[in-house]
């Protein structure tokens, strides 16, 4: 990779000629030209430092091997004229239509046998080796044409992957799977001579009789016998995205070899379900294939958990973090919201100058290299129409577009110190487990309970957000090929499926005195579905000393501490907690029961294993203060804290919804502060592991802060507005 690709922070605002939307490419070649290159001036003189553009292979290649290349030529040289950067965006799916006669057979089929005919999306099915050969000719073709331009500086080859992308298909059959075409059931049967080698294994596995492969057929709905079929056929989908995430980033390389490739997902995987979304990554697996891996991060969008509280967000950037840092990559922010909320007739909460500026340095603090906002313009048209827009429709700045750029000036003006800090070493870390996320699909659990999974995570991390303890995510697999001794506390919050070898490193984790807390039915099955001999699952129940008896499902859970112990310090005895959604009633065999449900039996037990300790927590805990906020549930999610040891770099005095993030370069600090309350505060900010003379000073506000000293600890009170942001450097003197 080339110097300037490593020593440059991207902010760029989605831009594509005139008031087209992305996919889509503008129809007025000369009016374009002329708002281009005001808008690019505008642009520039606001404070971003790159555009980013996109190209749809309908509009590039209307016809087959007739090639438009004069948009992307207007914007390259236009911000080359302003001294600014360009990244490329490509899209696939909005594929031309000639390609419906050149390949009848190329349409995506769901698992109902419905046919997609492509209306600009989703395109058709790069199963087919035609359909591949052509989409193959177009990166290539693209590449070549925009590679040595000087203005250009990267590649984005995948927005938001799906198997199926940029459709609402209200009319099929609930839930929608893809793709049963027949190129892609091929590709399914290959993936499954390569996982089983002999059919015979496959027929055990699935509890079949096939004689011949060509029998097999991908699973369209769940069965009463097993669901083997259907978490193959859910991880095939998982490992396709990522191969043709991988060939995106081959094919391009083949022609462009010097500049980054990245791609971003719509939102981290932490959120969603393989099958959801008409096919949904991994992220852990997507970031191992490009150079940069990135997610969208629209916190006022439309719908479901809109709008996403701080620590909601925080889960959705510190994901994408770690699953880009496990495969040794940095992360950005793809798409970052810029305006109004709009999809169909549906309204999110307006957007303000705040929110993009409290949004854009929540990345940052979070260590994300680059921020790309979405978009310049509101959408002219389609289902997002009227949304989402920097500045309004008629052209006119807004304080948004400022904020924007200011946030922009800031990182500009400092770039090697935000490119080059680094977050401090978790000792925290949270399992995304995504074998239980497919479990849910073979479970048939309800959107309800399908939620219970994020929920469950998403409330533990907001315990560790209230008391600033930056936390990581860790994945699965992870567990696996990568030391966890460097964590002093692990949670396992609805780890429903596991294997021997996930199993085994969390039982070394606690023996070598680590502390692991769990909920609900912990290694209930293996990862081909079938059912523990013992619950906890594959030796556990030895770490967490009990075995389970029953469990049961209601709304109505109530739980009493009925013993003191180490591991609940900020609780006292008798008192009363409220679980979430299941019952599991636990045998201690060599665990310590230090709570139970109202009809005295046992709901969590704490257990010695080795040099450390476990706990399990037989309800989820997790999902209960998510959905409840409920005192002592934070009480004793934060109490673990303690137990374990984890040392506190940060501690807020006099309030509460402060955050406090830092970045470490050298002797240099970032420090971000967050007021996230509605209102005016002065917190007192006390700051572990600074032993020099040091200078505070701001960089977004005021300039330099008064501090005082004790036990290597930096004291400071800051005065912050209602939802303000304050960043600054911590710098020896």
Not at 317 to 343: M, P, Y
């Amino acid at each position: 990779m080339s110097k300037d690709l490593r020593n440059f922070f991207p902010i760029s605002v989605w831009y594509g000629e005139g008031k087209a939307r992305a996919p889509m490419m503008p129809r007025f070649k000369t009016e374009n030209s002329i708002m281009a290159k005001r808008d690019i001036e505008a642009i520039k003189d606001l404070g971003f430092n790159t555009i980013r553009t996109w190209v749809d292979w309908a509009g590039t290649e209307p016809e087959k091997d007739i090639w438009n290349f004069e948009t992307i030529d207007d914007v390259l040289a236009i911000s080359k004229e302003n001294d600014l950067k360009v990244i490329v965006q490509i899209y696939t799916d909005s594929a031309p239509n000639w390609l419906i006669n050149a390949f009848p057979d190329g349409r995506f089929i769901s698992q109902g046998d419905n046919k997609l005919y492509s209306q600009a999306s989703p395109g058709f099915c790069l199963d087919n080796p035609g359909v591949r050969k052509e989409a193959e000719k177009f990166l290539i073709s693209l590449a070549a044409h925009v590679k040595d331009h000087k203005a250009f500086y990267a590649w984005d080859v995948w927005s938001e992957p799906h198997v199926v992308q940029w459709s609402w298909l209200d009319y099929l059959i609930n839930p929608v799977w893809f793709c049963y075409c027949k190129y892609s059931k091929e590709r399914f049967r290959k993936w499954l001579k390569k996982k089983y080698h002999d059919i015979n294994n496959l027929n055990i596995a699935w509890y079949r009789a096939y004689s011949d492969w060509e029998e097999i057929q991908p699973p369209r709905y769940v069965t009463l016998s097993t669901f083997k079929d259907l978490l193959d056929w859910q991880m095939f989908n998982v490992e396709k995205l990522q191969e043709d995430l991988r060939w995106r980033y081959k094919t391009i390389k083949s022609v462009d070899p010097i500049h980054l490739i990245s791609s971003h997902s719509d939102i981290s995987s932490v959120y969603t379900n393989p099958m959801g979304g008409y096919g949904s990554p991994d992220d852990w697996k997507m970031a191992k294939e490009v150079d940069l891996w990135g997610t969208s991060f629209y916190p006022k969008h439309t719908g479901g958990m809109m709008p996403l509280d701080p620590a909601e967000k925080g889960t959705a950037i510190d994901a994408t973090r770690c699953a880009a840092n496990s495969n040794g990559k940095n992360f950005w922010i793809g798409e970052l919201q810029g305006g109004h909320g709009v999809t169909g007739f549906d309204f999110g909460e307006p957007v303000t100058a705040n929110d993009i500026e409290l949004w854009a340095w929540t990345a940052v603090a979070r260590n994300a290299k680059g921020l790309n906002y979405y978009a310049w313009y509101p959408m002219s048209c389609g289902y997002e129409i009227s949304g989402f827009g920097l500045v309004n429709m008629d052209g006119t700045i807004t304080d948004r577009a400022k904020s924007a750029g200011n946030v922009a000036k800031i990182i500009s003006k400092n770039q090697s110190l935000f490119l080059n800090a680094k977050p401090y070493k978790s000792q925290v870390a949270i399992l995304y487990n995504i074998y239980s996320y497919m479990m849910s699909t073979c479970l048939r659990a309800t959107t309800k309970s399908k939620n219970m999974f994020r929920s469950s995570l998403i409330g533990i991390y907001r315990a560790m957000f209230e008391e600033n303890v930056q936390t990581d995510f860790i994945h699965a697999k992870d567990t696996i090929r990568k030391k966890m001794d460097d964590y002093k506390l692990i949670f396992l919050p609805l780890s429903i499926m596991m294997n021997e070898k996930i199993a085994s490193k969390l039982k070394e984790f606690v023996y070598n005195g680590g502390k692991l807390v769990a909920e609900f039915r912990p290694g209930w099955s293996n990862d081909n579905g079938i059912c523990s001999d013992i619950i906890p699952g594959f030796g556990l129940d030895e770490v967490f000393g009990c075995k389970e008896r029953w469990t049961y499902q209601t709304d109505n859970i109530s739980l009493k501490i009925s013993k003191m112990d180490s591991s609940i310090p900020f609780l006292s005895l008798n008192d009363d907690l409220k679980g979430c959604e299941y019952e599991e009633l636990l045998i201690p065999t060599t665990g310590k029961v230090i709570a139970e449900f109202s009809d005295g039996n046992p709901i969590i037990i704490v257990n010695k294993y080795g040099r450390g300790e476990a706990v399990l927590i037989g309800t989820l805990l997790g999902a209960s203060y998510y959905k409840y906020h409920e005192e002592n549930a934070a009480k004793m999610i934060k109490g673990f804290l303690k137990w374990a040891d984890v040392e506190r770099t940060v501690r807020i005095q006099g309030t509460k919804n402060v955050e406090v993030r830092l970045l470490a370069r050298n002797d240099d600090t970032l420090l971000f502060i967050f007021n996230h309350n509605n209102y005016a505060l002065s917190p007192t900010i006390c700051l572990a592991q600074f032993t020099n003379d040091h200078i505070i000073h701001g960089l977004s506000k005021r300039k330099e802060v008064i501090y005082g000293k004790n036990n290597n600890r930096l004291t400071f009170t800051l005065s912050l507005k209602s939802n303000e942001v304050w960043v600054a450097t911590v710098n020896t003197r």
